[in-house]
């Protein structure tokens, strides 16, 4: 951008903001929508969020709800703040001053790998294979990053993929390791190739949280979604 582009976009942002805030002024005292759109990790849209969107839709069939997940915590964390989705299913509160989190579950997370790695209970040793992992700004890749330090490891080689499947059956293949819940293992047609190995206590569980903008506690729809989740009428 130019100088003044630079200026003009400054001034585009505060325009933006306040008409959103306009907006939200005018529809504070409660509003609903036809759709609800939710981001969630992989491993949760193919395991327990299903469920959730379905008891959803019982009780109010009406609403169309989905699920559209970006691949990463920190991808969907962006998604809900540039409103292009209601709500989030993400690792950690990722406390943020326009962010609302809703505590969901606790996830057990195990070190996943194939048959004939699973012979070993080696955690360090098991940590030397290449990690099979999502984009940069998911949690479990940091989890593993973060495991690979504190045992003072040197950085393996990474292999990125983006979708859950293709993760866990290169793991069956042979081709390294991973993290995830241990549901997601259970989950995969192949999984009988695969072999789960414990985590210690600092690194053995996730907690899930939905978040949600601050500006949308008005949305009746996604606050239903909400009691949904809490079990509440």
């Known amino acids: ?8 976009f400054g001034y585009a942002e505060k325009i933006l903001s306040l008409s ?11 509003y609903q929508t036809k759709s609800l759109t939710i981001a969630a990790m992989e491993s949760a849209a193919v395991t327990f969020l299903p469920a959730l969107l ?7 069939p009406d609403i169309r709800g989905q699920s559209h997940g970006r691949g990463t915590t920190d ?6 703040l540039a409103n292009d989705v209601d ?12 962010l609302c989190a809703v505590p969901l579950r606790q996830e057990k997370l195990v070190l996943i790998v194939d048959q004939e790695a699973g012979g070993t209970q080696d955690l360090p040793e098991l940590l030397k294979k290449p990690l099979l992992v999502f984009p940069v700004g998911c949690s479990y890749r940091r989890l593993l990053e973060r495991m690979l330090s504190d045992f003072g490891l040197a950085p393996v080689d990474k292999m990125e993929l983006r ?28 999984g009988k190739a ?6 210690p206590d600092k690194y053995a569980t996730a ?9 949308s506690a008005g949305n009746k729809t996604l606050m239903n979604f909400i009691d949904t989740l809490k079990g509440e009428p």
């Open 1 to 8: 951008l130019t100088e003044k582009g630079r200026i003009l």
């Open 20 to 30: 959103e805030e306009a907006d939200y002024a005018l529809r504070e005292a409660g």
């Open 54 to 60: 379905s008891d959803y839709h019982r009780a109010y």
């Open 75 to 80: 991808a969907d964390v962006q998604a809900v």
């Open 87 to 98: 709500a989030a299913i993400v690792v950690g509160e990722n406390a943020h001053e326009e």
């Open 163 to 190: 979708l859950w499947g293709p993760i866990l059956a290169s793991i069956s293949a042979g081709l390294g390791i991973s993290v995830f819940p241990e549901t997601a293992v259970s989950a995969f047609s192949a």
């Open 194 to 199: 695969l072999c789960t190995i414990p985590l």
């Open 207 to 215: 907690d899930l949280y939905l978040v949600y903008r601050k500006r």
